[in-house]
């Protein structure tokens, strides 16, 4: 049996190009006692991935040059000599981008099984993945979104934005959505749950904003940063939060850590007895249960919808990554492996 | 009897001129039932009171030119038709700039009894006053601060500042003060409980952080904003607090909700998963008998220390708020008028 995977050939400039990725063919070895082999299913992609690609990106040691490329994947157990994981269980982990995996469950895979709850696995990396706990967390926690809020959402149709305008009304508040294309604003709207939208690649934010929001923005849950930041700020009401969760727009090939546009607004913050706060979603670890337990049941009374946009094949995967960077996705990003 | 005040004459443009006020003088009427007649002591002087005289200023109603202007002050019942106030009770309340002041106790005036604790009335505006509380709840609350943390306080010397480093060594943690001169550093060292001192005008600020926090900022009590919180933000450790007090560096004459510094690494807020949060002290009105018994005590057992910078006379007030723009009061800044 022959694993195929991705392994880091050169870091990015700019967009990923193919050719920052080799494609390497091993044979897949024996288990050892406790591992076992999964075959994997799918891939998923966020924007925090280009980091991991980038040296001295500084949120988690990036790769070597050779090295398989980082990222979450789930898939079925297909052989194992692990009691705890049985043929035909689906798990999830840090696979990396490779077509099958060998794991023994330690916590550098951090391997989930996946419940079987009638979904499509590919939701354990979605909305009931780090995808959704990241929305889940972000709002509730980190935002303390309150009945009656005023939401806005930038990048309200990527994979976290999306589960948002359900989670805002679940809780009787009402999410605004910001979007560059129509076909998604028209999606947020219709699916996910959205109260209104706006395209602010065609309209003029600022009086959108103005209009959408008489009363002022209560909570903003941010993914985009930069300009979409300030034009937001002076809308802000008092106390309100600014759940700093990406800062996709100024996200630069020198990593988290440099950006390239000042923030005219931040003044705001303190003007408005405000809270701008970030936050990481392996913090929130020992709650997951909690957050699964109450997306799958939101899931199943349909109050919490989920929309995916899945390529297929591992040599799709460094394309996917750009779609993030390039606001092609409708949904949550996933590569189908097989 | 004659009471004198100062009435707003002209809106400022740049630092405060004599001229921007008139001098009045007044026959003092005679006392209606429930009111009480008060000698003032001492006013107070505070940042934000320059956004009184603007208009459109965004914090509180602006002034009408002719009016008295506003200010918090301490002073002596010196004839009383209201029970609830003796002749000879020591009062505190927002008085605004006048020798006397008529009051009823009711909410416009939020006049407050200063116990005789034995210490000079002037403490009731600052350590033991919204100054004093503002370094307590913006440190404790606010800042979250724990044992250990490792603070850095812009603007140190002046009235909130001034009381932060002896709050953080109570608590078992490290204060590291900005000032502009060496004088102002030294006191702080010597008499104000500050573990070491950064003289940001002669001093390489950031350079001085590297060598100072070696291990990063874990809490930030910023009265100043702009640049200097330009250069602290690569320093912040994760989860990092920011308290944004006040930004002084940055006020414009157009008011709370304009500045003309653009902030470069706003972007380490989220990259740090640290929080950055406004407050206002008169949201904690409900806890000032926790502030004022602590803080108190403290000042009993020498753990809490404080300075003040006395000015004499009415008309002195317009030069000792820009003192305060100019960074040349040590501690909190006073006037006495009697």
Not at 206 to 221: A, Q, T, V
Request: hydrophobic fraction near 35%; aromatic fraction near 8%.
């Amino acid at each position: 049996m022959i694993n195929r995977k991705l392994v880091l050939a050169a870091r990015p400039q700019g967009l990923i190009k193919d050719s920052d990725f080799s494609l390497k063919e091993e044979d897949i070895r024996d288990l050892k006692s406790g591992e076992c082999l999964i075959k994997t299913k799918f891939l998923s992609l966020a924007p925090v991935m280009k980091y991991y690609m980038i040296d001295g990106a500084g949120i988690e040691a990036p790769l070597h040059i050779g090295e398989t490329m980082r990222g979450r994947g789930v898939g079925e157990v297909i052989k194992s000599s692990n009691p705890l994981y049985n043929e035909g269980d689906i798990v999830q982990g840090k696979f990396g981008w490779q077509e099958y995996v060998i794991s023994d469950g330690a916590a550098d895979k951090m391997l989930y099984k996946v419940p079987n709850n009638g979904l499509s696995p590919s939701t354990a990396l979605g909305v009931l993945g780090m995808t959704g706990y990241t929305s889940y967390f972000g709002l509730y926690d980190v935002g303390k979104l309150k009945t009656g809020d005023n939401v806005l959402v930038s990048a309200a149709a990527g994979g976290v934005g999306s589960s948002i305008g359900s989670l805002a009304k679940i809780k009787s508040a009402k999410a605004i959505g910001l979007s560059s294309t129509d076909e998604k604003c028209q999606l947020l709207k219709t699916k996910l749950n959205y109260h209104d939208t706006i395209n602010y690649k065609t309209e003029n934010l600022d009086e959108k904003l103005s209009e959408l929001f008489p009363d002022g923005i209560d909570l903003f849950f941010d993914n985009v940063g930069g300009e979409v930041l300030d034009t937001v700020l002076p809308h802000i009401n008092r106390y309100a939060r600014i759940v700093c969760c990406g800062r996709i727009s100024t996200y630069s090939d020198k990593g988290l850590k440099t950006q390239n546009y000042s923030l005219k607004n931040w003044h705001m913050i303190g003007a408005t007895r405000s809270r701008m706060e970030g936050f990481f979603i392996y913090d929130y670890e020992d709650r997951i249960t909690e957050a699964y337990t109450n997306m799958s049941q939101w899931i199943k009374e349909g109050k919490l919808s989920y929309h995916e946009d899945i390529q297929e094949g591992l040599e799709s995967m460094p394309q996917a990554l750009n779609r993030l960077f390039e606001g092609k996705n409708v949904g949550k990003q996933l590569v189908k492996i097989s």
